[in-house]
């Protein structure tokens, strides 16, 4: 009889031991649901998870949240900033190193504080711990980084939310939205420098096996301004290594680079090889982008052979009549309008008519 109520006994702590564990599973919705929000910057992510409580006619600033740094009466911290949203830290993670409001930070996950201010100040604080419950165990001696900034005062959002409400091309401007409040933050990323390194580590593995990454890679150098490692990479494009061959997009950008280098001289023959490789549309484009270059009478000779070698196809028309206009020959530059008025799609016909009526004015088409 002992051994049965044993058995029962052990029986009934396991199912209330399972009891105990299925109930600490349930999943159940917060009051102030989490949300992420992110944005790129280049090739940098930049994201925050967080809380959102909502307004529900409370008084928030100064009461809800108060001001400056607090002994919220839980927890370890005597000097607490507010969490920035609700429930657990509020995460903000960088994927590359960053600056924000011109202040190195590396790249990482971190807890985000605010201390707001009543002068409408605020120092938004960065801190190596991102698994607390809220701001109850903010220990100073885990800040990464402060910042100081200033808030402003917008329309009404009832419930708490983050948003990029501007970015460029190397930068954005983060921002919490609550209440009549906004405290924005400016994140600044070297995308430029991110993006060289980057291509110097592909071309020392297995993408550097392929012509076309060394194309990618002088085609962004070109972009970015840096025109000797534009060169460097696109010379090993067009010869030295298994891959390497001249083929119409290696020649025209070498030829391009060596342009804003000022080596027009070296420029102009790769234009011709180019040329002789490219398609319709390709040569198009290499004579409309040689006009742009001030290289006038190169564009109407290289666009003269694209009708020749195509057909007299209504885009290599319409390419020699804007290479007629750039050099003041209207008459031609309207004959072969009209050639390409007559062959091109009706879909493109209102395009020519423009520059059509351009010309009869005397007016460039370019």
């Not at 885990?142 to 990029?164: A, S």
């Amino acid at each position: 009889m002992k051994k049965f109520n044993l058995f029962t006994t052990c029986i009934a702590a396991a199912m209330l031991l399972f009891a105990t564990q299925s109930s600490a599973q349930l999943q159940t919705p917060e009051a102030s649901q989490r949300a992420t929000v992110s944005q790129r910057v280049g090739i940098t992510d930049i994201t925050i998870d967080y809380g959102r409580p909502s307004v529900k006619e409370r008084e928030i600033w100064g009461k809800l949240v108060p001001y400056g740094f607090n002994d919220l009466g839980f927890g370890t911290s005597k000097s607490a900033p507010w969490r920035a949203g609700a429930n657990m830290n509020t995460i903000i993670e960088f994927s590359h190193d960053v600056k924000v409001e011109g202040k190195d930070i590396k790249a990482g996950e971190y807890g985000l504080h605010i201390a707001l201010k009543e002068d409408g100040n605020a120092t938004i604080i960065f801190s190596a711990n991102t698994s607390s419950w809220g701001s109850y165990f903010y220990d100073e001696k885990e800040d990464v980084l402060r910042v100081d900034v200033k808030t402003k005062e917008t329309g009404h959002t009832e419930t708490l939310t983050y948003l990029f409400p501007s970015f460029e091309a190397n930068s954005t401007v983060a921002a919490l939205r609550w209440e009549k409040k906004e405290i924005p933050f400016k994140i600044e990323v070297d995308v430029k420098n991110l993006v060289m390194k980057g291509i110097k580590d592909d071309l020392r593995n297995t993408k550097g096996f392929t012509q076309a990454t060394w194309d990618n890679a002088a085609g962004y150098a070109f972009n970015a301004g840096d025109l000797d490692q534009a060169l460097e990479w696109v010379n090993t494009s067009i010869s030295g290594s298994f891959f390497s061959k001249e083929t119409f997009a290696n020649l025209s950008l070498k030829s391009q680079i060596l342009m804003k280098q000022g080596k027009t001289d070296k420029a102009l023959p790769l234009v011709d090889k180019a040329a002789k490789l490219g398609s319709a549309s390709q040569v198009f484009q290499l004579g409309t982008g040689l006009i742009g270059q001030g290289q006038k009478e190169k564009a109407l000779a290289i666009l003269k052979n694209n009708v020749k070698n195509n057909n007299g196809a209504w885009p290599s028309n319409f390419g020699l009549a804007r290479a007629y206009s750039a050099n003041g020959d209207y008459k031609n530059a309207i004959k072969s309008i009209n050639v390409a008025m007559t062959k091109a799609p009706e879909r493109f016909k209102p395009r020519l008519s423009g520059a059509l009526e351009k010309l009869k004015k005397g007016e460039d088409i370019n």
